[in-house]
């Protein structure tokens, strides 16, 4: 039996979906951002400019995880009248990037691949 979703449904299983779709790529797209440093603020900055709104409580917290795996290096800089915290990429955080680059690029294809079969098909 099928479940008739109504607009408010489908709207809101959409965002839902999108979210996930996004916080898969994070890891990647914020590696990505750091070969400068950068503190949090602008780096959510940065990715809203480029389309990716990000929340802080989703950034924060993964800035602090990748640093903990070894994937970013920080310091602070107090010489202004707000310490900032700046982020920058690790040597294994370029390698690890570089491969989940390598990946995606894979993924991607192989996605782009099996949507254009399948709108052919269904036209």
């Known amino acids: 039996m099928y479940h008739i979703m109504n607009e408010m449904d489908m709207t809101s299983l959409h965002?839902?979906?999108?979210?996930?779709?996004?916080?898969?790529?994070?890891?990647?797209?914020?590696?990505?951002?750091?070969?400068?440093?950068?503190?949090?603020?602008?780096?959510?900055?940065?990715?809203?400019?480029?389309?990716?709104?990000?929340?802080?409580?989703?950034?924060?917290?993964?800035?602090?995880r990748l640093e903990s795996q070894g994937l970013l290096m920080s310091k602070w800089n107090v010489d202004s009248n707000r310490p900032r915290r700046y982020?920058?990429?690790?040597?294994?955080?370029?390698?690890?990037?570089?491969?989940?680059v390598e990946d995606w690029r894979a993924l991607a294809l192989v996605i782009e691949n099996l949507l254009t079969d399948t709108y052919e098909k269904d036209g």
């Open 15 to 64: 965002e839902k979906l999108i979210q996930e779709l996004r916080r898969g790529v994070l890891v990647m797209v914020t590696l990505s951002q750091l070969s400068q440093s950068r503190y949090g603020y602008e780096l959510i900055s940065h990715m809203a400019e480029q389309g990716l709104e990000v929340e802080q409580g989703t950034l924060y917290p993964l800035l602090r």
């Open 87 to 100: 982020y920058k990429i690790s040597p294994a955080g370029r390698e690890v990037l570089e491969r989940l």
